[in-house]
């Protein structure tokens, strides 16, 4: 068993119960999921791949994953700033697929 599928199953398991699904497309998870596990590596947390950790965990609280804009993020738009997360309605077609903005502030940015 690789660290990514781990990694899926241990996520899998905790955010599917609160609603939060994989993104359906397979290799957008893996990249994500990859990403997740060099940024763990890298910075002791799993800071959001999309978007660039200063390395300092307290600065980047917010953009630990799931990020804090997570839950915002899917009940407006049907998925998650990356895409890792998103509603069953967004999966299975029945809203929109958008972009999300980003919603984190300049000033928690590097």
Known sequence: ????????????????????????????????????????QRYNYMSCPCRLASGNRDKDRD????????????????????????SSEWNEEKITHQRVPERRPPTNKR
């Open 63 to 86: 953009i630990i994953c799931p990020c804090y804009y997570r839950k915002q993020d899917v009940a407006e738009y049907g998925s998650c700033y990356c895409g890792l997360y998103v």
């Open 1 to 40: 068993m690789t660290d990514i599928t781990k990694l899926r199953e241990t996520l899998r398991g905790i955010q599917e119960p609160m609603g939060y699904f994989f993104n359906r497309n397979e290799e957008q998870v893996q990249s994500l999921l990859h990403g997740l596990l060099i940024n763990r």
